[in-house]
Structure formats: structure tokens, C-alpha cells
């Protein structure tokens, strides 16, 4: 079974602190993602990477940035938290079907759950 | 662009009896269509996928969906829930190229005894 593995389930920062969100799959997908849950609102995209080293902004992008410096790993990173960034995060992970197309099929981690004081 | 509308937020439903979560989609390209369910402090775990071939998918624990081109929907249903369901329901869907996902708000279905 693909594992997706979140380092944190729950983080409470202060305000303006710089936050590590650790996301690690081990299947040897090449896509990853991070997404935001908030109630109502579904999930939102923040950003993906198709390859290592390589990064796309979704809907979502602003105050956070991500590495992926091995494909198995994928950071999210807030430069200087603040409180309306306090929410679940996502990491998840996908991969193209053999010889097929990229149905877009997710694997999530279990989340972590980021409070911002 | 892609978009999803789950038609509704909660679901209250009797322990048994069966039930049904709605959900809408536009797109301009084809599509392949999902329902992720996601219990309490959990991620989300595939239900169902929509790929190709037969409009009517099987999921895991009893569920099925089906898939509508002309009214452009993806419902899912079960004919006798369990407490054991309650959670929330996610839609989904992502375009034929790239691979992205978009998801519906959630629609949370409480079984009651």
C-alpha cells in the first residue's frame, strides 16, 4: 500500500514564526501536493510539484513556499506564520497510470493539524 | 477550468435506510471523477473513481456512484448505511491532462441509530 507520512499532527506556533510542514511517500510517485482543509470551504490547492526540484503554484499559493529536493519528500514552508494560516494541512501524492495518462488519483497523508497563535 | 458543487452540506440520515450525496461538475475537457471519504482526524482514502468504460462504479464499503455526462453529475449512493459511515464526503474532479484535482466543499453524512 502507498504510504503517505506527515511528520507532524499537531503544531501550535506563534505569529511570524517560520513553520516546517515534512511530507514523505514512499511508492516513488512523481506528483506531489499540498492542499488546505478548512470547513466549508473543501480543499485548496497551495502547490504541487510534478518532478523533483520543480514546483507549480495552485489556488492558493500566498505566504507559503515549498522545496522538493528528493521525490520522495515534499516541504511546505511558512516564512512568518500568521493566524489565518491556521488550519489542516494535506500532503498527498499521485502517479500516472503505467503507459497511461495522469488520472489525477490521490494518496493523503493524515494530515497535520496547524494552530497559529 | 474545473469546478465541483456538492449540493449538499449535511446529510442526517437513520441507521439502514438508504441514502444519497450529490455532486456536479464542469469542465471543459473529459474528465475522470473520484469520491474521497475522510473520517474524524484522518486524511482522505479513495471511495470510488470514475476513469472510463461503464457509467456505473463500485466503491469500497457498499458504495457506488454514477456517472452522468449529459447532466454532468457524479452521485454517490448506498442502500443501507451504517453508523460506521458517518464522515465526510469529498467529490472530485481532474481534467483530462495535468492531473490537478478540485474538490467539492464536503458534504458530512451523519448516520443516526
Known amino acids: 500500500d502507498v504510504k503517505v507520512t506527515q511528520s507532524s499532527r499537531y503544531l501550535v506556533k506563534r505569529t511570524g514564526e517560520k513553520v516546517f510542514l515534512e511530507c514523505v511517500q514512499d511508492m516513488d510517485h512523481e506528483n506531489m501536493f499540498w492542499y488546505r482543509q478548512d470547513p466549508g470551504l473543501g480543499l485548496r490547492l497551495i502547490y504541487f510539484s510534478y518532478d523533483v526540484k520543480m514546483k507549480e503554484k495552485g489556488d492558493i499559493p500566498e505566504g507559503y513556499s515549498v522545496s522538493r529536493e528528493k521525490k520522495e519528500r515534499f516541504s511546505l514552508i511558512l516564512e512568518s506564520a500568521s493566524t489565518n494560516q491556521t488550519s489542516m494541512y494535506l500532503c498527498?501524492?499521485?502517479?500516472?497510470?503505467?503507459?497511461?495518462?495522469?488520472?489525477?488519483?490521490?494518496?493523503f497523508g493524515e494530515g497535520s493539524r496547524l494552530t497559529v497563535l | 477550468a474545473q469546478s465541483v458543487t456538492q449540493l449538499d452540506s449535511q446529510v442526517p440520515v437513520f441507521e439502514e435506510a438508504p441514502v444519497e450525496l450529490r455532486c456536479n461538475y464542469s469542465s471543459s475537457v473529459s474528465v475522470y471523477l473520484f469520491w474521497y471519504v475522510q473520517y474524524p482526524n484522518q486524511g482522505l482514502q479513495l471511495l470510488l473513481k470514475?476513469?472510463?468504460?461503464?457509467?456505473l462504479v463500485k466503491g469500497i464499503n457498499g458504495f457506488e456512484a454514477e456517472f452522468n455526462k449529459s447532466q454532468t453529475s457524479f452521485h454517490l449512493r448506498k442502500p443501507s448505511v451504517h453508523i460506521s459511515d458517518t464522515a465526510e464526503y469529498f467529490c472530485?474532479?481532474?481534467?483530462?491532462?495535468?492531473?490537478?484535482?478540485?474538490f467539492g466543499d464536503g458534504t458530512t453524512l451523519t448516520v443516526k441509530p
Open positions: 470514475y476513469l472510463s468504460g461503464s457509467t
Open positions: 498527498a501524492s499521485s502517479t500516472p497510470l503505467a503507459g497511461g495518462p495522469n488520472t489525477g488519483e490521490l494518496f
Open positions: 472530485a474532479v481532474s481534467g483530462y491532462l495535468g492531473g490537478k484535482s478540485t
